[in-house]
């Protein structure tokens, strides 16, 4: 008879073909195979077990079994790397034990069906009693007769229902326990062992008294099972070292016939007295007969003890040791196989009133003959535990060929100490996804609707790291950025102002950069509410942050001030306190680091000036790690803050000269880069000749060059042509090349707002009235440099007698040192301070009016009396 094959398990190469069917982008395929019988145990009653596995890993899973006969069954699973190594795992841990079928149906979230999950059963396959007869015998001949410890034991008769209990051989025979430990995938808690090997002893007991009660029936003379011991170490020991030289053992001899056993050694046939059944606690899964433990979690069962038990008969064939009372008498013919499980949290073993369990029990006990030498079979045993040893080195060098992620170990199920790898995934993780895949795809504006009210009540039940995710998320979706005009937006920043504390400086900058992505978004909601509570968020934030700057990674610190800076927050005590704590840890910085967060404290005209002096020192002995574009970005912060830092300057500039001389260096300097560094060393009053020839040189290269880069090399050519004229003649370009260079200034430098036009307009006419001549406001001087307000003696005249600058807060600088903003002295910005220099040292009369000051004077006599008073410092220009 063919036998059916049950769902899930294709014929052939059926199983392959649905694989490949079931690919699909993203998917890989792998195959393993598995024992061939446990294909019923992964399979389960109507495929029960597979579902579960596949709900489970949601990977998808085929079983190719080409013949009933076969050793190995191969399994195709197909879905993702994560969901191919989760499924593999659960389908091994099914077949080895370490994972009972009731925790998989657990974990699965599918229900355990009634009565269990059980084996697939085919309609070929017997069942009742005669199933369990023929595998009880067939397991019995393989099992004895394979590893020639015992000689083959008869058929078992019929009507006893118990198959021989698998991995006893060698706990019994040997003395060593029935699973080894260290093997991958089989259990290793020495408990589990003890019960384990508890539950055989007693098998073996019943089985051996129902075999010899079923002899003492039939009235057989024979006894193939011996009367001395089957197992003989030395020619265990002799075939090991002929086996090591690569000798083959001879044929044994015909085995001794056995004598016939005694009657009163006997023990009557018959079912262990307890074999009701019942419902396990643990799982509550039912079970028949009398076992000692659940089959569908491994727990062990509770059963209450018998009422009353009759003493066994005195056995002298040794089981009197391990499997019933001294005190037995021969008036009860169960006695002998009594089968009671033990007290709960005690082993068999310990038991009071029953002996420990020992060989005895096991080996028919004679007169002392000489050992059956039964060479064949100890030449198979030998072969068997050779290749399981090859089998497990290969499954060793295979998993660890395999690339494998760590997991955290988890407590077997039902407390039998197993160790197993879990997902530590939990269901509120699973959810979250689920939520977040909702998100993405919410495009009807009922959905919307549905997803934003979802997830407003779930926010506050959220850990740290899902309201930083989930929060990053929403930005993708435009829906629900629009959703009722912000509202949500807003709800989420207030709901999210209490539980800063709650967020470590990953999350925390994470949630920063999240809610400045939402201000500066072209369609960010207009809603009042979410503009009140953006900034209350990063006003609680900045606070927040101040606490615990010194948690906070370098990278994390630049990305929180990126923010602030982003969305225009000013606090001048938040940002003196990251100046003060970047400036204690300012080694630990890479300087590609510190070169950011100088480069966004310039940004702010905001500068600490311990900071960049200890960061000027710090950057000019690792100048060989900085990329072109942190060259730039650092004389560019040091240059606009006005700091002039000449051992940065040397360090730097000599870095610049030795990469472009070298012809293999990766990374090369454009010309724009060449103009704004040589620009940047005359604001900070560093002359370096051969990067000022560089820069010449590679502007004879390009035929064109940025606009901005033109106007910074009109200025640069200014300063080296005022303050260093007898050196900058050796290689001063042509003069019309000048005059074409100071006409672009001309035209795109027209009117630099510097302040508003308003207080120039003001502080002009005051000066009017002060001086004779004409006034005039946005003056270019000979040398094309802007002044914002100037008397000139001839209304012809390039440069007048008197030239007056305006600082506002668009020409200084702040200074960071102090924490009061009162206090707080102003540094004028590098780029004005050049102007300014060239100016005075050309012979013009310069004076600079803070606008701060103006602003506080009330009336124009007061701003006459200001006026005249630093007017006074340029001497007799009054009169």
Partial sequence: AVPMR?????????????????????????????????????????????????????????????SPDDDKATVFVVGSDREIAKCKQTVLAVVDGSMSVSTLFTLAGVPLPR????????????????????????????????????????????????????????????GMPAVASGIQGMPENQQMQQNLNDYYARWWSTYASQQQGGKEGEGAGDDPMGDGTAFDKDALQRLADRAAKGLVEEPAPPPVPAPTPQPDSTLPPGPPPEASGGICQACGAPYTGNPNFCSSCGAKLKRPEPASQVPPPPNNSGFDSGMGRADAT?????????????????????????????????????????????????????????????????????????????????????????????????????????????????????????????????????????????????????????????????????MV???????????????????????????????????????????????????????????????????????????????????????????SFAPVQLTALLAILSEMRLMHSDLYNAAGAFLSSRAKELRPVDITRVLRSFAKCGVQHQV????????????????????????????????????????????????????????????????????????????????????????????????????NRKDERRCSERLRNDVASVLKSLVDGSVHVNHRTSLGLLVDVVALRKRSSSDGFIHVDLDSNMTTVRSLDQDDPAQASVVTEGSVALRRRLLTKSGMRLVAVKESEWRDLDDSKDKRRYLRNLLASLGDVLQ
């Avoid at 049950?6 to 199983?15: E, H, K």
């Avoid at 060098?397 to 407390?415: K, L």
């Avoid at 060393?681 to 901005?708: D, G, N, S, W």
């Avoid at 090399?713 to 370009?733: G, K, M, V």
């Fill in 497 to 587: 102002l209490p539980r800063l504390k709650e967020f470590n400086s990953t999350q925390f900058t994470s949630l920063v950069s999240t809610v400045a992505s939402w201000t500066r978004r072209p369609d960010r909601p207009r809603s009042t509410r979410f503009q009140d509570f953006s900034k209350a968020c990063f006003n609680a934030a900045s606070v927040e942050m101040s606490s615990r700057l010194m948690t906070f990674a370098p990278h994390e610190l630049n990305c929180c001030l990126a923010a602030f800076v982003s969305v225009g927050f000013y606090e001048h005590k938040f940002f003196a306190s990251v100046g003060r704590a970047a400036l204690a840890r300012h080694s």
């Fill in 6 to 66: 049950p769902p899930g398990q294709a014929a052939g190469g059926a199983a392959a073909a649905a694989a490949a069917a079931a690919m699909g982008p993203g998917k890989n395929q792998k195959q393993f195979e598995i024992p061939q019988n446990k294909v019923g145990l992964v399979l389960g009653k109507n495929s029960a077990t597979l579902n579960a596995i596949k709900a489970y890993s949601k990977a998808q899973c085929f079983i190719e079994q080409r």
């Fill in 330 to 494: 021969p008036s009860d013919p169960n006695a002998g196989s009594s089968m009671s499980s033990p007290a709960p949290g005690t082993s068999a073993l310990s038991q009071p009133g029953r002996g420990p369990i020992t060989l005895k029990g096991f080996l028919r006990p004679a007169e002392p003959q000489k050992a059956r030498k039964d060479d064949d079979s100890v030449q198979q045993m030998m072969e068997r535990f050779q290749g399981n040893v090859h089998q497990t080195k290969q499954t060793i060098a295979t998993s660890e060929a395999m690339p494998q992620q760590p997991r955290p170990p988890m407590r077997g199920p039902m407390g039998m100490g197993m160790l197993a790898e879990e997902d530590p995934r939990t269901r509120a993780d699973f959810e979250f996804e689920a939520l977040l895949s909702r998100m993405q795809s919410t495009e009807s504006p009922d959905e919307v609707e549905h997803i934003g009210r979802e997830v407003l009540i779930r926010f506050p039940a959220f850990n740290p790291q899902q309201a930083a995710d989930l929060m990053g998320k929403i930005g993708s979706c435009a829906a629900l950025l629009g959703y009722q005009n912000g509202e949500i937006l807003a709800e989420l920043c207030r």
């Fill in 115 to 174: 009565g269990g999950a059980g084996e697939w059963e085919g309609p070929s396959q017997p069942s009742g009693a005669e199933h369990g007869a023929a595998a009880g015998t067939a397991a019995a001949a393989a099992a004895w007769g394979a590893h020639g410890m015992l000689t083959a034991a008869p058929p078992m008769p019929t009507g006893v229902g118990a198959p021989m209990p698998p991995m006893m051989l060698q706990g019994l025979a040997t």
């Fill in 648 to 747: 940065l300057c040397k360090s730097v500039a000599d870095e610049v000269v030795s990469r472009a001389r070298d012809k293999t260096a990766a990374a090369t300097f454009k010309v724009e880069d060449l103009c704004e560094i040589g620009w940047a060393l005359c604001v900070m009053q560093h002359y370096h000749e051969p990067v000022f020839r560089l820069m010449f040189r590679a502007l004879e290269k390009v035929p064109t060059i940025a606009c901005e880069s033109l106007l910074q090399l009109y200025e640069l050519h200014a300063a080296l042509d005022t303050e260093h004229r007898e050196a900058y003649s050796r290689y001063r370009p042509e003069r019309h090349l000048i005059d074409a260079l100071e006409d672009h200034y001309k035209d």
